[in-house]
Each structure stands twice: as C-alpha cells, then as structure tokens.
C-alpha cells in the first residue's frame, strides 16, 4: 500500500444508489431497545504509518524511504512491510 489513493476512485455511480430511507425508518421503531455497552474509556488509536520529511531509515533493510509503516513493533519500507 504504498500509494496513496483518491477517494473519487471508490465512489459509486449514481445507479448504486437505493433509496432505503422508508425501511430504515419503521424499522428503527419497532426495534427492542439497545443493550449495547459504552466504553467510557477507549484506548487511543495507534499510528500504522510515519511521514518523514526527507525521509528516514528502514528499520529492516535501512532503506531511506520518506513513509514507514509499523511492522510488529519496526518502522520499515513497504517493500518490508508484510501485508
């Protein structure tokens, strides 16, 4: 994944869409009530990547790549990165 992508190129076409929103609505209010639990609590979210101006040193090969992604606890290259 060592290309970022546009949002435009998963857009769907216009034929995709369905107009759901009468379903949805009646059968949101005959649902039984919600007994899902709020973690009040959340851990934070960890970075998968860095961005380094100029770049900087895979942690395997030592390439010098300026994007690094994290690889069972490594900064490495997407060449090194397991996906």
């Known amino acids: 994944m060592p290309e970022d992508r546009s949002l435009d190129e998963f857009e769907g076409s216009d ?3 369905e107009d759901t929103d009468d379903t ?11 007994d899902t639990v709020i973690d009040d609590d959340p851990s934070p979210a960890t970075a998968t ?10 942690e395997r090969c ?8 994290l690889d069972d606890g490594d900064r490495v290259c997407p060449d090194c990165k397991l996906w």
């Open 15 to 17: 034929d995709d869409s």
């Open 49 to 58: 990547s860095t961005w380094t101006t100029g770049g900087a040193d895979c």
């Open 24 to 34: 949805a609505g009646a059968d949101a209010s005959a649902a039984e009530p919600d």
């Open 62 to 69: 030592g390439e010098r790549v300026e994007r690094r992604w």
